[in-house]
Structures are given as C-alpha cells and as structure tokens.
C-alpha cells in the first residue's frame, strides 16, 4: 500500500517522493532491487534539485551503481547538492578534489 502511494505520489512529481521511490528501488527495501530503475528516479528528483536525491546520485555515479561509473557525473552532482550546503555532499567534493577523480 505504501509503495504504491509512493509510487503515485512519484509519478505526480513530487520531488521528495521520487527520491524515496529511487533509494528503495536501489536498497530493494520490501521488494526486488532494481537500481537501474532507482537511478531513473533519483535524477527525476534531482533535476529539481532535490539536495538529497543529488547527494544519493553522485554516489551511483560514483560506484557504478545502476548506471555506468562516471566520476565526472558524480562530482557534478555532488557539486550541485554541496551549493545547498550538504555536507556529506561537500565531503565528496573535496575527496574527488584530493583525488582528481572527476574534476579538473
């Protein structure tokens, strides 16, 4: 019942229940995990920029979970949720800074 008012709520745009919706699709909370389909998601809330649902991007990005590695994407979106003051955000900033993984 629950997900699927999420799952309703998601599909309205609501950008906080996107991003719900995209982390229990990745942890596979109470039902299979599809982290492809939490990425889809996690960018839907994120491109209205949801610092939560940036923050939880950047960190698919940077694992290769549910999408293709890409340390760029990820200090992008790490970026853009560390300019609303996230600070686990602002941590991975500054670690891809220290490792020039990603950043120029």
């Given amino acids: 019942v629950a997900k699927k008012w999420l799952l309703s709520s998601a599909e309205g745009g609501n950008c906080s229940a996107q991003y719900k919706f995209g982390t229990l699709l990745l942890e596979g909370n109470g039902f299979a995990a599809d982290p492809a389909e939490g990425v889809k998601w996690l960018q839907l809330a994120a491109d209205q ?49 220290m490792a020039g993984r990603g950043v120029d």
């Fill in 49 to 97: 920029n949801e610092k939560a649902a940036q923050y939880q991007l950047g960190v698919c990005y940077e694992t290769g979970n549910g999408v293709q590695q890409d340390f760029a994407a990820a200090a992008q979106q790490f970026s853009a949720a560390a300019k609303q003051e996230d600070v686990q955000s602002l941590l991975k900033l500054a670690s891809a800074y």
